[in-house]
């Protein structure tokens, strides 16, 4: 049978590894993490994304945990809205809206449909050799039809494939992210912007509030309290933002350092290695497309692989790793600079450029109201390489 070893037990490898079992692969995820830590944060699960979770078996699953009512939008530090939209329009336009949710949460899921027995915790990878299909441990080596770099921003199997791309570089903002209780709060969902700040508001299911936020600082700048740092940068935006940080619990806030990949990477394989995930495109989180991008990278990098012989041997098609490269490289450039282009508007502090900013996106948005939709259309409308043409 056709064996596959996916290097992280990240989003992206355990999409991997879920589409290539679903195509008959023998799969096994090396994790290096002793366990899996249910990390305090939300991520978005857009309508591409979902559609790529069909192709799992999980879709719908994810689906029952949409929260999202009325509008969903960009607003101002005030609370005025700049551009919106609502999930019916979304759903008539995309047959889906987007689903925020614990990434813990995902992770379960994604668990599930690859199968808890394959995937090996506590296991450190040591070398990755992309011509032989070798991966060496510290468990030992293990030999593979196909090896998947799903090691995340600062990959090791990206360095061993690609050792002259120069990696992730700082975008120039750190990024604050916490779960608060509800508590009975009304709870919008929306992105408000100010002047080189972010602040972000999502309701998840049990009555779950996950909050992020975003500012221009120097790499490594640390607090000794993170949570009154965000009460004073944002305590007099719009409600619910401060009574949201005053109940957050300042050692539940995380904060870490944007970083993403300027310069794409010529390809996203070597040999008989491929590589997903933030492993491939890492990008800022403006456009919420990191872990959609990694779904997609697994569901289309199974698609190429194909279905496993059970006659043995190594059976990965020739060409088909070229074909998923040709299939990502340039959609996930194009999503990575659009990312980092909404980055470095959020990021303008000059008053007179912020305020041309606000003003051309809310009467771009009187001129056309589906403005916030259309701009991400070729985002949102990607299907499955297997429905294409239907």
Known sequence: MARAVVIGGGVGGLAAGAALRRKGWEVTVLERAPVIEPVGSGLAIAANALKALDVLGVGDRVRELATVEGRLGLRRADGRWLTHTTEAVADAKYGDSVVVMLRATLMEVLTDALGREHLRLGTTVSEVDADKGLVRTDAGELEADLVVGADGINSATRRALFPAHPGPVYSGVTAWRGLVPRDGLQVPRCESWGRGTVFGIHLLAGDVVYVYATDVLPAGTVHADERAELLRRFGDWHDPIPALLRAADPARVIRNDVYYNAEPLPAFHRGRAALVGDAAHAMTPNLGQGACQ????????AHHA???????????????????????????????QRSWSLCRMSKLR???AVGL??????????????LMLRSMDEVLSWRPPAEAGR
């Open 294 to 301: 990694a779904i997609e990278d697994g569901v289309v990098l």
């Open 306 to 336: 194909g279905h496993a012989s059970p006659g043995g041997g190594s059976v990965l098609p020739d060409g088909a790793l070229a074909a998923y490269s040709a299939a990502r490289v340039e959609r996930t450039a194009k999503i990575v």
């Open 350 to 352: 000059n008053p007179l």
């Open 357 to 370: 900013r606000d003003f051309g996106l809310s009467a771009a948005t009187r001129l056309s109201p589906d």
